[in-house]
């Protein structure tokens, strides 16, 4: 019963569009972090937050991807144009601020790009 | 950098017969990584199943119990008495303690057969 909400929960893409996903965290989580799945099972980091502010994101998400966390509004995340390599599941998570937290995930938005 | 090795799967045993999946860690950018195991059930998110922030340590949750082995980069999930119920993959992670960003392993498909 996760507590961080993702939309939607699929996402068909042709390949040079534009897909974007959002994400709900736990109330009172300020960190926000994002993970892609690949078919393989392997996680990869993306980017993450704390309140509005990136802390830490990779090469490929600086270039490629969007992503952003509003106050009042839900987080999100948009690949600005789609590959068939990004056909993934995409997790979001939140965690408190404090040290030594385990992050709460949502369900995932599983992203096709055909 | 840091990774997490885990039993490839699937594992299949048997209703109240024992299980252990094994898990070690590689920290070289974490001076004091703290230890997660996550599981999917199936149809359901990511969820934390039990966790170790110090070295020595033993977490349990569910029945199943992992020891944080520093000596041997361990974090090994067992259970004396399985149940069809646990049938899900299993995710070993390793956390920085002070940005809360997780790094996961491949995860093992466990399936319990009544």
Known sequence: NSKVIQTPRYLVKGQGQKAKMRCIPEKGHPVVFWYQQNKNNEFKFLINFQNQEVLQQIDMTEKRFSAECPSNSPCSLEIQSSEAGDSALYLCASSRQYNNQAPLFGEGTRLSVL | ?114
């Open chain 2, 1 to 114: 950098g840091d990774s997490v090795t885990q039993t490839e799967g699937p594992v299949t045993v048997s209703e109240s017969e024992s299980l252990i999946i094994n898990c070690t860690y590689s920290a070289t950018s974490i001076a004091y990584p703290n230890l997660f195991w996550y599981v999917r059930y199936p149809g359901e998110g990511l969820q934390l199943l039990l966790k170790v922030i110090t070295a020595g340590q033993k977490g349990s949750s569910r029945g199943f119990e992992a020891t944080y082995n520093k000596e041997t980069t361990s974090f090994h999930l067992q259970k004396a008495s399985v149940q069809e119920s646990d049938s899900a993959v299993y995710y070993c992670a390793l956390g920085a303690a002070n940005t809360n960003k997780v790094v996961f392993g491949t995860g093992t498909r466990l399936q319990v057969l009544p």
